[in-house]
């Protein structure tokens, strides 16, 4: 679910992708569903390509947002967390991923993380992780 999911440099929030064009793509802001064209000389990434560094490489943002899901028993976080001090927001993320390389992640890493998360619950998104199925699908495809 979170390929479908954009991040693009320069522009606020996140988008659903809707169509692919030439050279350019159809987007939808999921903070108000307005329709945007987006062109290929813009920096967009899927956030099923992020990932989180850790102290042994990297975790993929999807288990990440896995793991936020679930120590917040499906809630958002709240906002007065989002805006605190940099202890409050690492004291959370490190209940997230306490193997976080405290070196290259860095505290609006993790306040861009929370918003995410936050925005992605608004729009009912709560797919963070592909299925074992469809992980072993892939892997006999390849």
Known sequence: MLKKILSISGKPGLFRLVS?????????SLDNGRRNAVYANERIISLGDISMYVEDGDKPLGEVLQALYDLQEGKPVENAIIKGSKEEIFDLFEKILPDYDRDRVYQN????L??????????????????????ENKKEEE
């Open 109 to 112: 890493d993790v306040t861009k």
């Open 114 to 135: 929370l918003k995410w998360y936050n925005a992605l619950l608004r729009n009912n998104i709560t797919e963070f992780t592909e299925p074992e199925e469809e992980k």
């Open 20 to 28: 692919q064009g030439h050279n350019s793509i159809i987007v939808e």
